[in-house]
């Protein structure tokens, strides 16, 4: 039997089962209405009886918060709001006597317009910070036009009336991005890695990293790329010199400790991602690519399961060889998974996140997962833009009013799609403010805090969040559901996502139902005889080797030798 060659390359951070937490959504342990490194603190046992084996923490760095954390003031520094360095030190050890990783978001494409680099850049045109960033001099006329996610105008160039010229940023014009061609921010950069892996990280998240490379000659861009996700991530992604700056980085800093790095992105092809990954260009260890969480992304053009297995097995065929992949549906800026991807309606909330949790804890590759999703947390469904928290909303519909779009339409696709769907906070018991704080939280809490909660499923033998512990637990005793190659089966099955994993003389087979009705699927012949490891039914019906499925029923079956 063909083993692939990712299987027999064993290393220790494909066998993570990561969990993402929002810290400002997790928990509040001042009662500010803000999440805290002390609240985490509070809830490690929580996070150990999960099964996870490492965390990834959004950032907690000192910033004033215009993206929420991700405008940094200060790399070496905590945000007042989450606690101060103490806190971090010990909550990094209670994961570590837990024997949990820890995984840092590190934003190195953008600071905080107030991080002292960029004060002392904009100061004087001949300030020795001032190639820390990208300037453009007014009297060479305004720059090419590059987009901005954040934006009002979707325009990344600011003018900065103080040394007349304009500044470079891709994301909030509070958030101008770096100049990786200078050596020493570079330096700098690789100093704060340091830093971090001293106190005891074991692994980098490297936020928007495929944009940190730029053609400083900022030449035109074909009229109307920004209209085009694929477009934008294809002219602003993979720079002239990032594979240079990244083996540079590996060098410098990944290859000196046991850690790993996970790029945020993977530019806009596979060969792409295998430049950044695969084990002998000696860059990251792996690629966290967004294809999977952009299929049907709007409202107008709804994803079909035919989409969502076309991306999944794609991106598993490029890499069964090669380099090593994430697998995700959800995190901080995307909806809740069981809104975007099951179904959440009262009936079928349950049944649905507990079949994508077991899509999740199957698939080859290493599984993130997103905090609330062990509950079948769902959207909020904002209604009023007075609602909304993030940036990207407030500055997405002021764009949208200078354009005079379809305003009612833009607040349907909002409501659905926007990231503080994702963002609001951990639903712990049912009092008020769903035991997140003891004040009013930053961001509303969803209203079926009530019944969907961590202390009414704590004691439910059939709740998602025990049935969330059982898949991991699957995972981490089970090599086949990490190392195991994979294979899609009946793959024009219009209801069903069926794959197998094999590993040595194991095979298993993972059958998922995307269907509210109950379905059937032809077992195929060399699995006739087996074993059920994990169902989120209390049973499987079987006639003439046919199983008939129940609405969203996730069977994960082992070949009896």
Request: charged share 25%.
């Amino acid at each position: 039997m063909a083993i692939s060659k990712n299987s027999s390359s064993k290393k220790w951070w494909k066998e993570q089962i990561i969990y993402q937490i929002y810290p400002r959504s997790f928990f509040d342990s001042d009662g500010d209405g803000i999440g805290d490194l002390k609240g985490i603190i509070e809830k490690l046992d929580y996070i150990k009886s999960l099964g996870v084996t490492a965390v990834w923490v959004n950032p907690f760095y000192a910033s004033p918060n215009d993206d929420n954390g991700y405008d940094i003031s200060d790399y070496r520094k905590i945000m007042d709001e989450f606690g101060n360095m103490d806190d971090f030190d010990e909550m990094i050890k209670g994961f570590h006597d837990r024997d949990i990783k820890f995984v840092m978001d590190l934003v190195v494409n953008h600071t905080s317009d107030e991080h002292e680099w960029f004060k002392q850049s904009r100061s004087s045109r001949y300030n020795l910070y001032r190639d820390y960033y990208h300037w453009w001099p007014a009297e060479k006329g305004k720059p090419n036009h590059r987009f901005s996610y954040f934006d009002e105008k979707g325009d990344a160039w600011k003018y900065d009336a103080h040394t007349d010229a304009y500044y470079l940023h891709y994301f909030s014009a509070k958030q101008p991005d770096l100049n990786w061609e200078n050596p020493e921010v570079r330096r700098e950069i690789y100093d704060i890695m340091h830093f971090w892996v001293r106190k005891g990280v074991d692994g980098f998240r490297l936020d928007a990293f495929q944009f940190i490379s730029k053609d400083t000659s900022f030449p035109p861009f074909p009229k109307g790329y920004q209209n085009n996700v694929v477009d934008v991530i294809k002219h602003h992604g993979m720079g002239p010199t990032l594979h240079d700056h990244i083996r540079e980085m590996n060098k410098e800093v990944l290859s000196k400790y046991e850690v790993f790095a996970v790029s945020e992105g993977a530019g806009s092809s596979f060969e792409d991602a295998h430049s950044l990954v695969d084990e002998d260009r000696n860059e990251l260890q792996m690629v966290y690519h967004f294809e999977g969480v952009e299929v049907g992304n709007g409202l107008d053009d709804p994803h079909t399961l035919a989409d969502f297995k076309q991306v999944h097995s794609k991106w598993e065929e490029s890499f069964k060889d090669k380099g090593w992949i994430s697998i995700f549906l959800a995190n901080h800026d995307v909806p809740r998974m069981v809104s975007r991807f099951g179904n959440d309606s009262d009936e079928f909330r349950v049944a649905s996140s507990k079949m994508l949790n077991t899509f999740l804890l199957t698939m080859r590759g290493t599984p993130y997962c997103y905090f609330g999703d062990e509950l079948g947390m769902k959207n909020i469904y904002f209604q009023h833009i007075n609602e909304y928290q993030d940036i990207a909303a407030k500055n997405g519909y002021k764009k949208a009013l200078s354009e005079g779009r379809d305003m009612k339409k833009f607040m349907q696709n909002l409501s659905f799609y926007s990231r503080d769907n994702s963002r609001t906070p951990m639903q712990w018991d049912n009092s008020e403010h769903a035991g997140f704080s003891s004040d009013s939280p930053w961001i509303a809490v969803n209203q079926d805090y009530k019944e969907v909660n961590v202390a009414a499923q704590e004691t439910c033998p059939d709740s998602v969040l025990n049935h969330f512990r059982k898949l991991t637990s699957l995972r981490t005793n089970n090599p086949v559901l990490i190392y195991g190659t994979y294979q899609q089966v009946d793959k024009d099955n219009p209801e069903v996502y069926a794959y197998s994993r094999t590993l040595d003389n194991q095979v298993w087979l993972v059958l998922l139902s995307f269907v509210e009705t109950d379905s059937t699927f032809q077992l195929p012949d060399n699995m006739q005889s087996f074993e059920i490891q994990g169902n989120n039914y209390s049973e499987l019906h079987i006639n003439d080797g046919r199983a008939k499925l129940k609405a969203y029923q996730a069977v994960v079956l082992s070949q009896k030798s």
